[in-house]
């Protein structure tokens, strides 16, 4: 039986390629993929039982009271019976039996709240930027991806910043969310306890694409995680230097620029990509030019500068954010779009 929102996120799925969620032995929670999911479910389990047991035992009595107290002849009970107030031994009772019930709760959620957020000092370390509407990881190494690479049974410390809005990273078969804040680091850690793609979802409500903020956390077996870096970055840097168009279309995915721009002159969020080098654009302060590589530049780092008529004033700068040689491929990617 695979959890609930499995069969949600096939909706959500239906015309965007998305990670394929892993078959959970349990009944509505997803697979147990961390060193927390254990401890966190069973803090959950605890508390959804003894509330269902008290919201049982709650509604039988009820139940019982109202046909065993019922009005059945009205001139005999219209009459107060007596000075029925309060009932020390009933109050003591229903006060001291929820109590270790309730400190239970409290010490149960606080030992999850400490360790979740206590990442160990030897974590590995990835830099996480969200952005309207897609997830940049950054590797200790410069590297980046828009899925998150990790390795198996090693702490992972992830800093999380937002470029624009309020996000949230969340990843269930970790059990570990957080929110994305402009202006500051929020952080998540993990230590992932099998290998295998799970669902990293934007948990916060952020605008038009928010359903979109999609990606996947790829476990890899710890020496394959290493390997798996170092090859990444060797064939990036390959593929930069021999053929910067198909570069630039890696860039097109990773950095998120899929999102807003299509390539089969459909307009999105943004202006398609599909013809735009060498046209002329008209832009909201009633300005025209030509597109050309500074053109490009500029949008790509200053997107704020030159607005084109009829698209939002959405898109986030890229300034930093990409290598020089990203860049040049990026742009020399948009002019191949003819
Ligand atoms: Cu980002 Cu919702």
């Not at 009772?93 to 206590?118: E, K």
């Not at 605008?207 to 990036?236: C, P």
């Not at 990409?322 to 020399?332: K, P």
Request: one cysteine or more; hydrophobic letters at 40%.
């Amino acid at each position: 039986m695979t959890y609930l929102s499995s069969a949600l996120l096939a909706l959500m799925q239906q015309d965007t390629p998305k990670p394929k969620v892993p078959e959970s032995p349990h009944f509505w929670m997803p697979t147990s993929s961390s060193t927390f999911a254990e401890a966190t479910d069973w803090a959950f389990d605890f508390v959804t039982w003894v509330s269902a047991v008290v919201t049982i035992g709650v509604v039988i009595a009820m139940t019982l009271f109202c046909v065993k107290y019922r009005a059945t002849d009205r001139s005999k009970n219209e009459q107060p019976t007596g000075n029925v107030d309060h009932s020390n031994v009933l109050e003591i009772a229903w006060s001291v039996i929820p109590l270790p019930f309730v400190i239970a709760f409290f010490v149960v959620g606080l030992q999850g709240f400490i360790n979740m957020r206590t990442p160990p000092k030897e974590a590995y370390e990835i830099h996480a930027t969200a952005a309207k509407w897609s997830w940049m990881f950054q590797y200790p190494s410069g590297y980046t991806t828009n899925e998150l690479h990790v390795p198996k049974d090693r702490p992972v410390k992830v800093i999380i910043e937002a470029q624009d809005v309020i996000h949230a990273f969340y990843v269930p078969a970790f059990r570990q969310k957080i929110d994305a804040v402009p202006g500051r680091y929020t952080h998540a850690w993990f230590e992932a306890i099998e290998t295998g793609e799970f669902p990293l979802f934007c948990a916060e409500y952020c605008g038009t694409n928010h359903s979109d903020m999609i990606t996947k956390v790829v476990v890899h077996e710890k020496d394959a995680f290493e390997e798996w870096l170092e090859e990444a970055e060797r064939k990036e840097e390959e593929e930069g230097l021999k053929n910067p168009v198909a570069y630039g279309e890696t860039v097109y995915k990773q950095a998120g620029c899929a999102t807003c721009h299509s390539l089969d002159g459909s307009p999105k969020i943004g202006p398609t990509f599909k013809g735009l080098f060498g046209k002329t654009e008209r832009f909201t302060d009633g300005t025209t030019a030509v597109v050309d590589e500074n053109y490009l530049r500029e949008s790509i780092e200053d997107p704020q500068a030159k607005i084109v008529d009829g698209f939002p004033a959405s898109m986030p700068t890229y300034k930093g954010k990409l290598s020089n040689n990203r860049l040049r491929a990026l742009v020399e990617f948009i002019k191949s779009q003819k």
